[in-house]
């Protein structure tokens, strides 16, 4: 039920406060969306879709995180091996 | 697909499968909030990853399997009536009420449609001015805005033919509820990321305070989810109780500002019971004067529904982690997703349903066993 699926806006076709929308692509699969919730994306943004309207955009830099974490802990045991 | 596939990568869940053992010294009892999750959980099989010590228990974050047996037998009873488009998510129509669910109003010639969206139903009421037009809004508080958009903009055009029978639960309270609960076995939560996309999470700061419990605000994909629980358990492990956030290319602290503001514009807080774990103060979502008018339960007055759960059913120990699907005698024999005595086997997030699909060989060995 809360499945949020990320697209890439391709294009805006309303700027009103609550009617904004336009198109959005989901690997290839364009849906129309509803991106009153999301005044800050624009088009090439990614955004979280969840039952037909934007939840939040996505931060490129926040998602790398997961992988840097991973980095870090792996960094971490191999210092852990040195130290022996 | 962009900001899939990298989260789906082999090497790094086995990396994080391995710093997870690394952190893991005592047992532990996690849980996943969100039914989404559990999915993701039983289909990737993350819990097989995981070191034998550490359990990951399926939490109540699946809307269609908590909404009360009470109101789906009044989406029954207003579906029935003629001059009625009743509009649903799709894994609403199966679930059972007292007596049959929407696809049987359906198959005795009641007009029942499945929509993707809110605005979907919203769109029907232009379409069928001669029509009322009935949404279920059942869901989280993701779901919620989406529903508060609909009830707005029927608001703004003055559409007489629209309604909905609301349903939203909200999460904190009912993460307060199995905390307080004496029988509770949870020590740490995987808190569901698209809940706090749109809350963001200092509700629960004080919850992980007050229960010393620590919190991780977690995404959908499978190293999300490794991450969240590494996270948690190095928390578990060096006694920290505290909300971080894994899921941060999505969610803020204070989450999404103008989705919160329509939500309180639109609803006010309410009791709620929850299916199968029975009511729960202040978890509930209805509509606030002026929207109140667009009240299904109001419109067609339904009141005096009297309603029965199958005895057999152990949905209520499901949704609070207390007994896993394939431990209930009924799994698979006499309870499948064609024949579902609870919701938890109906909807695509029930722990019940994802257990058949994905892990019915051995469930099905140790019930016989």
Not at chain 2, 89 to 97: A, I
Not at chain 2, 113 to 138: I, K, M, N, W
Not at chain 2, 172 to 185: G, H, T, Y
């Amino acid at each position: 039920m809360c499945l949020g699926v990320p697209g890439k806006i391709l294009a805006i076709s309303d700027e009103g406060t609550l009617s904004r929308h336009g198109r959005v692509s989901f690997a290839g699969i364009v849906k129309d969306v509803n991106l009153a919730y999301v005044p800050e994306a624009s088009v090439g943004d990614y955004v979280i879709v969840h039952v037909g309207v934007a939840i939040s955009r996505l931060q490129e830099a926040e998602a790398r995180q997961v992988f840097a974490y991973l980095e870090q802990m792996d960094e971490l045991r191999e210092l852990d091996a040195i130290r022996g | 697909m962009r900001f899939v596939d990298e989260y789906r990568d082999a090497a790094s869940a086995r990396a994080f499968a391995r710093a997870i053992e690394r952190v893991t010294t005592k047992p532990w009892v996690i849980m996943e909030i969100c039914g989404g999750q559990t999915h993701a959980i039983v289909k990737f099989g993350i819990d097989t990853l995981l070191p034998p010590s550490l359990t990951l228990v399926h939490g109540p974050g699946c809307p269609v399997c908590v909404t009360p047996v009470e109101l789906v037998d009044k989406a029954l009873a207003i579906a029935a009536r003629e001059g009625v488009i009743f509009c649903s998510f799709g894994d609403m129509l199966r679930v059972p009420g007292t007596r049959g669910n929407l696809f049987s109003v359906k198959s005795r010639g009641g007009t029942v449609q499945t929509v993707y969206s809110p605005l979907d139903a919203l769109r029907l009421a232009r379409e069928h001015p001669d029509h009322q037009v009935v949404f279920f809004a059942v869901g989280f508080e993701t779901t919620a805005p989406a529903t508060a958009m609909a009830v707005y903009h029927a608001h703004r055009e003055g559409l007489s033919n629209f309604s909905m029978l609301v349903s939203h639960v909200l999460v904190p309270p009912a993460i307060e509820a199995i905390l307080s609960s004496p029988q509770n076995r949870v020590q740490g939560f995987l808190a569901a990321g698209h809940v706090c996309t749109v809350m963001g999470y200092t509700e629960y700061e004080p919850i992980a305070a007050r229960y010393r419990v620590p919190i991780v605000v977690t995404g959908f994909e499978p190293l999300d989810i490794l991450q969240g629980v590494v996270m948690c358990v190095k928390q578990l492990e060096a006694g920290r109780a505290e909300v971080e956030n894994q899921y941060a290319r999505s969610v803020r602290r204070a989450g999404n500002e103008r989705a919160m503001g329509m939500l309180r514009d639109v609803f006010r807080v309410v009791p709620r019971k929850w299916r199968g774990v029975g009511a729960i103060p202040e978890s509930g979502l209805a509509l606030r004067p002026p929207y109140d008018v667009y009240d299904a339960e109001r419109r067609f007055a339904v009141e005096g529904v009297s309603a029965e759960e199958d005895p057999e059913c152990l949905s209520g120990l499901v949704l609070r982690g207390a007994v896993r699907p394939h431990e209930c005698a009924a799994f698979g024999l006499r309870c499948t997703p064609d024949h579902p005595l609870g919701a938890p086997m109906v909807s695509s997030e029930g722990a019940c349903a994802a257990y058949f699909r994905y892990r019915r060989p051995t469930a099905a060995m140790e019930v016989t066993r």
